[in-house]
């Protein structure tokens, strides 16, 4: 599912919320971290800390900066930096399995605008400023209310992503002939297949930090100005 213009759930829009409730939802940002799809964080015990913890990043804003440009390693940190989670900025918390982020281990956190999967890692939902623990649904599976949405988009994403987390109730329910069909189940695994082995063909997800962002924009850039020279020639 491609993000449209005006879609309801972007990572643009995920990141406005980020920015604007990262205090109340007792993170701090950590400077100097964030490349076009991450942020590193530190999570906090009360919005008066996660404000306090922000003053105190600031002021050692260019000790930030020197250990995120110069690439060091996690256990090169500096001692403040050391309880630091790498999340991953996302419209929808499905996109974790349609991007194979799985492939990434750093990921301690995922933040989006709308939780509609079942992932191994906690999940903080902007719209909602709601957190999730690892492997907590939006709608839990042995429910009532999920036996009803699940034919809907959002209860169907959170089934597929259970499927291919293995978890047994979602497996359970799977395999209930009374409730899925055997045609339908096919076709369900076959979906779980299909996330699982087949690469996502579309454009990949991008963790770009700022220099390397200015580099690939001036490369554009140069390239524009060779085309409309030679146009104008």
């Given amino acids: 599912m491609t993000e ?3 879609s309801r759930y972007t990572r643009a829009k995920t990141w406005a919320a980020l ?6 939802a007792c993170y701090a940002l950590i400077p100097f971290s964030s490349t076009s799809n991450s942020v590193d ?6 919005p008066a800390e996660a404000q306090a913890v922000t003053r105190r990043l600031i002021r050692q804003g260019k000790q930030c900066e020197d ?3 110069q690439r060091r390693t996690r256990d090169e940190a500096p001692d403040f930096l050391k309880k630091a989670q790498q999340a991953v900025v996302l419209a929808r918390s499905s996109d974790y399995h349609r991007y194979h982020l799985a492939e990434y281990p750093d990921f301690r956190l995922v933040i989006c605008s709308l939780h509609d999967s079942y ?5 903080w939902e902007t719209r909602t400023n709601h957190h999730y623990k ?3 649904t939006a709608i839990p599976l042995t429910s009532p209310e999920f036996l009803a949405r699940r034919k809907t988009e959002f209860g169907h994403n959170i089934f ?11 497996l359970a329910l799977l395999h209930n002939e009374s409730i899925i069909p055997a045609r339908t189940r096919r076709r369900i695994m076959g979906e779980v297949h299909t996330l699982q082995h087949k690469r996502y063909q579309g454009r990949p997800l991008p963790f ?4 390397e962002r200015r580099e690939i924009g001036s490369k554009i850039s140069a390239g524009l100005r060779r085309y409309h020279a030679t146009r104008r020639a």
Avoid: M
């Avoid at 597929?160 to 979602?170: C, K, T």
């Fill in 134 to 136: 690892p492997r907590e």
């Fill in 208 to 211: 770009l930090d700022e220099r």
């Fill in 4 to 6: 449209r213009p005006h």
């Fill in 119 to 123: 992932l191994h890692l906690p999940v």
């Fill in 160 to 170: 597929l992503g259970a499927l291919l987390s293995g978890d047994e109730a979602a």
């Fill in 19 to 24: 920015y604007s409730q990262h205090i109340n």
């Fill in 41 to 46: 964080v530190l999570k906090c015990d009360s």
């Fill in 67 to 69: 250990f995120y440009t």
